[in-house]
């Protein structure tokens, strides 16, 4: 054969390169920031600089990938609930009833003069539901208020049946009173450190709090929501409208938890002598340990969109190292995934020139960060001027004071938009709480209660709002979804 016979056939071209898949989104991010990259040493004094180190949560899981979650409620039926109250929140648990999937348990608990499991810890399935639904029905007030026996049932319920998910699971209690401890055990103190010591330090749940009306122990509510590892809550429930709105504003966050057990490193390069540079982390809500050198804080749940900021404090002398370095790092459980992740290093660096007073341009960032502590420090000082010695004119002058601070901090800078809606919050949030406390009949009614939410708000970076058209910087997608979704749902269900 010719090869004029042959018939060529082209050669395909060559293929593409497969592209590599993207890396998944990682669920906890770690960026560190400084007040200053360049600080001169113009003094012979100690001074100090700050740092923050701010944990981002991704965006929100979908419904289906989301954890199981186990909830217990421990609910009020002394005598003060009858009538109106506990209607709704009977209407209530049957609207977080229907929220919840057969891979979700929930178990139920009264208290009055004693404490009674009316349903326990069980899978709610299409049958459970129905029957914890009559049973619901069936609760009536009787009696005081022994919230220490409600909140040992509620707990022990969660405690005596472990997680059967594979997966993990989110916990968490859920406890609504209107009044104060006059049953069991009915000393703050001592109630607190009951529940200290109720559930180990290794363990999970929550216990987050409503307060219902003007007449309970903000105090109280607050400090059992914080005295757990893993904190939970406040509620202030003015309004008897918006205890579904507030169960729903909780549940949203229950329902959307990224990472738990997280655990924060710091680290300080502190090559220079003994004593000439220092420093602490600022945070109320985290618990940890560690050195002069590294310093761990132990986090309880992060919810998805949530922002964590940690304020390090760094103090130094005049003959510190040119250089210090900051450096941080996260260890974490990704329960979207079921895997322990540990992030890459963050780091940051300072340099300190000696013979000059000048610093570089402050990060804006820092600085508001800055500024949400002294919000939750003020509220703070102010509502234990106001509750110790009735001197209320000298607590509103705390906050008074401090809203001038705030304006002569950030007059002179150029705000992004999501910078000035935050300084905007700390004053609105101020201002608030001027109103809550113009007397103090009013203080002790509302203002004690709203300062108590907000300083919490505040320091967890986490909403606590009852009512979902209140506007709060911390709200994530699922808090304001659950929050509209069960109030709406008491309307179509019950026509309220």
């Not at 109250?85 to 608990?109: G, N, P, Q």
């Not at 985290?286 to 964590?308: I, P, S």
Request: proline share 4%; glycine share 6%; charged share 25%.
């Amino acid at each position: 054969m010719d090869s004029d016979d042959f018939i060529h056939v082209p050669q395909p071209p060559p293929s593409s390169p497969t592209e590599a898949t993207p890396p998944p989104v990682p669920t906890l991010t770690l960026k560190l920031r400084q007040k200053n990259a360049v600080v001169g040493l113009n003094s012979t004094s100690p001074s100090s600089t700050q740092y923050v180190a701010t944990v981002t949560a991704s965006s929100l899981v979908t419904e289906e990938a989301r954890s199981p979650v186990d909830i217990s409620v421990a609910l009020d039926v002394s005598g003060s609930m009858s009538g109106s109250k506990l209607d709704l929140c009977k209407k209530t648990l049957r609207v977080l009833i229907s929220e919840l999937k057969a891979t979700d348990r929930l178990s139920l608990c009264t208290f009055s003069d004693d404490a009674k499991e009316v349903f326990p810890l069980t899978a709610l399935t299409q049958a459970a539901k129905e029957d914890l639904v009559r049973k619901v029905g069936l609760i009536r007030t009787t009696g005081c208020t022994n919230i220490s026996g409600g909140l040992g049932m509620s707990v022990s319920s969660l405690l005596s049946s472990p997680p059967t998910s594979s997966s993990p699971t989110v916990r968490s209690v859920l406890l609504l009173t209107d009044g104060h401890a006059n049953r069991g055990i009915s000393e703050p103190d001592a109630l607190l450190s009951l529940v200290k010591g109720m559930i180990p330090s290794n363990d999970n749940i929550s216990i987050n709090t409503f307060g219902y009306g003007s007449d309970h122990n903000a105090d109280l509510l607050k400090g059992i929501s914080e005295a757990t590892k893993n904190q939970g809550s406040y509620y202030f429930v003015e309004s008897e409208d918006n205890v579904s709105s507030a169960f729903g504003d909780c549940l949203g966050g229950l329902m959307s938890v990224a990472a738990q057990n997280i655990k924060l490193t710091i680290m300080v390069d502190k090559s220079d002598e003994e004593g000439k540079l220092s420093f602490d982390i600022a945070h109320p809500s985290a618990q940890g340990g560690g050195d002069d050198r590294t310093k761990t804080l132990m986090l309880g749940d992060v919810f998805a969109e949530e922002v964590k900021d940690f304020i390090v404090n760094v103090t130094y002398s005049t003959s510190v190292t040119s250089e210090v370095v900051v450096s941080a790092k996260l260890n974490y459980l990704d329960i979207t995934r079921c895997e322990l992740v540990e992030s890459p290093e963050s780091q940051i660096s300072t340099s300190f020139v000696e013979g000059t007073a000048e610093m570089s341009e402050t990060d804006k960032y820092v600085l508001l960060q800055g500024l949400r502590v002294k919000v939750y420090e003020t509220l703070e000082a102010a509502n234990n001027r106001a509750k110790s010695s009735g001197e209320v004119e000298a607590a509103r002058k705390m906050i008074t004071d401090l809203l001038a601070a705030i304006k002569a901090d950030t007059d002179s800078l150029t705000l992004s938009e999501e910078e000035r809606r935050s300084v905007s919050m700390y004053e609105a949030d101020l201002r608030d709480a001027l109103s809550s406390m113009v007397s103090y009949d009013s203080y002790q009614r509302t203002g004690s209660k709203f300062m108590m939410k907000k300083m919490q708000s505040h320091a967890f970076q986490r909403c606590n709002e009852s009512d979902e058209m209140t506007a709060n910087a911390y709200r994530g997608s699922s808090k304001m979804a659950y929050a509209s979704r069960m109030k709406g749902k008491m309307g179509s269900m019950f026509g309220k």
